[in-house]
């Protein structure tokens, strides 16, 4: 019989505890398996966030070194300087990154930090229970937005990614989705493109990744993933903000 | 080796005994009264293929520190005060994840942004762990430069072997001040102890993580009961202390850092007049060297004066060791005024008649 599909080497053999229809579940696997295609497994160097995927390191089967609420990129910062030829990436929600984390995300992308930044926006808060994010979308309930976001009173989202993309250190900036098969595949695609400007040393990449949160968003597994790609994405456009591909930011 | 003697600030030595026991790692932003720590780091690390990164803020700094050490580097930060809060959590976190590295602290007055005078205002938080949870740091206090640039060697030795975060607790005074220092010799990298615990790669062995969260109750106090373990085998082997003129004393100072090094002077000079006063200065702060303390007073030693540039912060430990019996005076100076000898001098005869504290 043909093997059509097998597990990926880049993930321990154990079930995911992310709630039905979660994009974590998602994420992991492409991020794993971009790692095993790259031949990286016993390579990469991983560093899971506070939120609902801080207990990554019991999924990939790679190293994996826990940071502090938001501070990803500092840890990875000092991981990465000590073992400049690893791939190191770090796996950080919205909250993590755009929020509490936003100072130590900037500065690592300003310094051209040879790192991956894998951002998983699904506009709340999950892990706490499904607080407005800075990424909560205007109009969006969540517990501490119970009328709705409204930009007068609590800010508007925030466009991280394209934010990150300004930034001259910054040698890939992409957002993706995980609204349907055909943008998970692509989304693939996309990871691998920043993993590799973070091999070729062109400086810092971020992969945002648009990820239903059915069970704070209050939906269905399928209403969740409608929801991702009729609201989300009218706030978070898809797209490659910048590939510095061939130019080496070092001269 | 036979090396040379040198005449240099503080900062200077402690980052160049830092480098000389294996450092190649510095992370750190600047404040007064330690900017010429990484000033020097950043112009001696390239020198011997270290890496040296001003990072955008003391909490983003002790996170690339905590990266390096997960990474199995040794590596150091030093900041003042203000800037050793902001690391409070990192410290924390790794105590949790067993992570070894060396923070330097040269204290400053405070609360807040106070002054950058000479100051010991950060004993509490340096001696109870700092940031939340049950957790220690080792804590040595150096007097002089040669102090500051053994001890900053010996903090990475002592930090690999505890996997714990030593703290280098001086003021604007060990960094600023220049003394003739002889360093020890340069370490060869791969003379290091060996870490089995670090990520550096899955290579030719099963992946491994670190991890400060543990949702398992019982794992979690089983951890915690570890790490009080290994703090009760530092508290155990790591005390250490000076004493000086302590043998047919009548009073005892204690003192340490800055302040002992005045006291010191100070017990020179009352000598001369008649009083008879010896210096217990603790080396390392936490573990506070409580036993030999304690020896002074069952020897039949009962005053101590403790002396400090804060409002009083170590004589609660002096307190802890010698119990209610003791005759425990406080003369306490938390302003960043720093006394002369001759001052501190005529407060010991002074000192000697004043009441016994509550
Ligand atoms: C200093 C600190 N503040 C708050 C928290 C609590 N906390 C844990 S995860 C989290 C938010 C997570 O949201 P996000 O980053 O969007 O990740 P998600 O769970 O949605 O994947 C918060 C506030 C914490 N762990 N540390
Ligand atoms: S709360 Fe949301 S983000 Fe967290 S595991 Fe559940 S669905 Fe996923
Ligand atoms: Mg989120």
């Known amino acids: 019989m043909k093997k059509v599909f097998s597990r990926t080497r880049a993930l321990k053999p154990v079930a995911f505890h992310y709630c039905p229809g979660c994009g974590h579940s998602i994420l992991h696997r492409l991020v794993a398996e971009v790692i095993e295609e790259m031949d990286l497994v016993d390579r990469a160097i991983g560093v899971p966030p506070a939120g609902c995927a801080v207990l990554a390191y019991f999924y990939f089967d790679v190293d994996m070194g826990e940071a502090p609420h938001g501070r990803g990129a500092a840890v990875a910062t000092g991981i990465k300087r000590v073992l400049p030829d690893r791939l190191v990436f770090t796996y950080q929600g919205d909250g993590d990154i755009a929020a509490i984390g936003t100072a130590e995300t900037i500065h690592a992308a300003n310094r051209g930090e040879k790192i991956t930044a894998i951002f998983v926006n699904n506009a709340v808060y999950g892990m706490t229970g499904g607080q407005m994010a800075p990424t909560s979308v205007v109009g969006q309930v969540t517990t501490t937005s119970p009328k709705g976001r409204d930009p007068s009173r609590e800010g508007f989202?925030?466009?991280?990614?394209?934010?990150?993309?300004?930034?001259?250190?910054?040698?890939?900036?992409?957002?993706?989705?995980?609204?349907?098969?055909?943008?998970?595949?692509?989304?693939?695609?996309?990871?691998?493109?920043?993993f590799e400007a973070q091999m070729k040393g062109l400086g810092f990449s971020v992969v945002e990744?648009?990820?239903?949160?059915?069970?704070?968003?209050?939906?269905?597994?399928?209403?969740?993933?409608?929801?991702?790609?009729?609201?989300?994405?009218?706030?978070?456009?898809?797209?490659?903000?910048?590939?510095?591909?061939?130019?080496?930011?070092?001269? | 080796m036979n090396e040379e003697l040198e005449l240099m600030r503080g900062t200077y030595a402690?980052?160049?005994?830092?480098?000389?026991?294996?450092?190649?790692?510095?992370?750190?932003?600047?404040?007064?009264?330690?900017?010429?720590?990484?000033?020097?780091?950043?112009?001696?690390?390239?020198?011997?293929?270290?890496i040296f990164v001003q990072s955008e803020s003391e909490l983003a700094g002790i996170n690339m520190v905590m990266g390096a050490s997960m990474a199995g580097a040794r590596v150091m930060i030093s900041s003042s005060s203000p800037g050793i809060s902001l690391m409070q959590e990192g410290l924390s976190f790794m105590a949790g994840m067993e992570l070894p590295a060396v923070v330097v602290n040269m204290m400053r007055g405070g609360p807040g942004l106070g002054n950058i005078a000479p100051s010991q205002s950060d004993y509490f938080q340096a001696t109870r762990g700092g940031g939340h949870g049950d957790y220690r740091t080792i804590v040595l206090a150096p007097s002089s430069v040669q102090e500051a640039a053994d001890l900053t060697y010996e903090a990475f030795d002592l930090a690999d072997r505890y996997r714990m975060v030593v703290m280098i607790l001086g003021d604007g005074m060990v960094a600023q001040m220049m003394e003739p220092v002889r360093f020890r010799p340069m370490r060869p990298l791969d003379d290091l102890p060996s870490k089995d615990w670090t990520i550096t790669g899955a290579r030719g062995r099963p992946s491994r993580f670190l991890r400060s969260l543990i949702l398992d109750v019982n794992d979690m106090e089983e951890h915690n009961w570890k790490l009080v373990r290994k703090y009760q085998q530092v508290e155990k082997e790591c005390p250490r202390w000076e004493g000086f003129l302590l043998e047919d004393a009548e009073m005892v100072v204690v003192a340490f850092g800055t302040a002992?090094?005045?006291?010191?002077?100070?017990?020179?000079?009352?000598?001369?007049?008649?009083?008879?006063?010896?210096?217990?200065?603790?080396?390392?702060?936490?573990?506070?060297?409580?036993?030999?303390?304690?020896?002074?007073?069952?020897?039949?030693?009962?005053?101590?004066?403790?002396?400090?540039?804060?409002?009083?912060?170590?004589?609660?430990?002096?307190?802890?060791?010698?119990?209610?019996?003791?005759?425990?005076?406080?003369?306490?100076r938390p302003g960043g005024a720093v006394p002369s000898p001759q001052e501190l001098a005529r407060v010991f005869s002074r000192l000697a008649l004043s009441r016994r504290l509550p």
Not at chain 1, 218 to 233: G, H, L, N
Not at chain 2, 307 to 314: H, K, R, S, Y
Request: proline share 7%; net charge positive.
């Open chain 2, 14 to 50: 402690i980052g160049e005994a830092a480098i000389r026991a294996g450092c190649r790692y510095y992370f750190g932003y600047p404040i007064t009264p330690q900017n010429e720590l990484p000033e020097y780091m950043s112009r001696r690390l390239p020198e011997v293929d270290g």
């Open chain 2, 260 to 332: 002992a090094r005045i006291a010191k002077g100070a017990v020179k000079r009352a000598r001369k007049e008649g009083v008879k006063v010896g210096l217990f200065r603790p080396i390392s702060l936490w573990p506070f060297p409580f036993q030999d303390l304690k020896a002074l007073y069952q020897r039949g030693q009962d005053t101590f004066v403790v002396f400090e540039l804060n409002a009083g912060q170590m004589v609660e430990d002096v307190r802890l060791t010698l119990g209610d019996g003791a005759r425990i005076l406080s003369y306490a």
């Open chain 1, 157 to 194: 989202p925030i466009n991280f990614t394209e934010l990150l993309a300004q930034i001259k250190g910054t040698a890939f900036a992409a957002r993706a989705s995980l609204q349907d098969p055909a943008h998970v595949l692509k989304t693939k695609k996309i990871i691998r493109k920043a």
């Open chain 1, 209 to 251: 990744v648009l990820s239903p949160c059915p069970t704070n968003w209050k939906m269905s597994p399928p209403q969740a993933f409608r929801w991702v790609k009729e609201e989300m994405v009218k706030h978070y456009p898809l797209g490659v903000f910048k590939d510095a591909e061939g130019e080496s930011l070092a001269d």
